[in-house]
């Protein structure tokens, strides 16, 4: 960023001695903010994509935790019912803790897999967003560039197309915006 800095200045001095360069120079230094600014949205975009993503495998590896132990007091209901137990009340009170265990871990996984959809689902706006703002970021900087070509060739066209170029990067930018 600094080397940009010290660039944009040596094209300030340049447009000083040629007042017909300060619009492009100006130019420049505005599409530098936009393409920070941009950058940093896309940025942010993506860590809330890896958060989320992060927080919808911690949520999975919980689904699976609660699903093995169901299925483990599963196992243990389906040993009982092979062995020759006779139905004492503590074979029938264990049977039926057993039971309500397998419940409450059926009720369990049901939202945790629920919270987990949803942090998937967070993952892929935040995907959208962040391809947008890269794809906004890329075309600033491509604008900032050939601007910057103006002061090389003197040619007007190239600042145009730069502004050009810069323009389609602040629209698909804003589309990241918009994402719902």
Do not use: C
């Amino acid at each position: 960023m600094s080397e940009e800095l010290h660039e944009l200045h040596e094209h300030a001095e340049e447009a000083h001695h040629d007042p017909g360069l300060a619009p492009v120079t100006i130019t420049m230094a505005i599409l530098a903010v936009l393409v920070a600014a941009v950058s940093l949205l896309g940025h942010r975009a993506h860590t809330e994509e890896l958060l989320n993503q992060s927080r919808a495998s911690d949520h999975w590896a919980e689904y699976q935790a609660k699903n093995i132990r169901r299925h483990t007091y599963e196992l243990f209901l389906d040993l009982m019912s092979i062995m020759d137990l006779k139905d004492s009340p503590r074979v029938v009170r264990v049977k039926e803790k057993y039971s309500r265990e397998i419940e409450r871990y059926d009720d369990q996984k049901q939202e945790i897999q629920s919270e987990a959809r949803d942090y998937e689902k967070e993952v892929a706006l935040e995907q959208r967003k962040a391809d947008r703002f890269d794809l906004g970021e890329v075309l600033l900087e491509a604008g900032l560039v050939i601007a910057s070509m103006t002061l090389i060739t003197r040619r007007r066209a190239f600042w145009k197309l730069g502004i050009a170029s810069a323009a389609a990067g602040v629209a698909v930018a804003v589309t990241g915006l918009l994402v719902r």
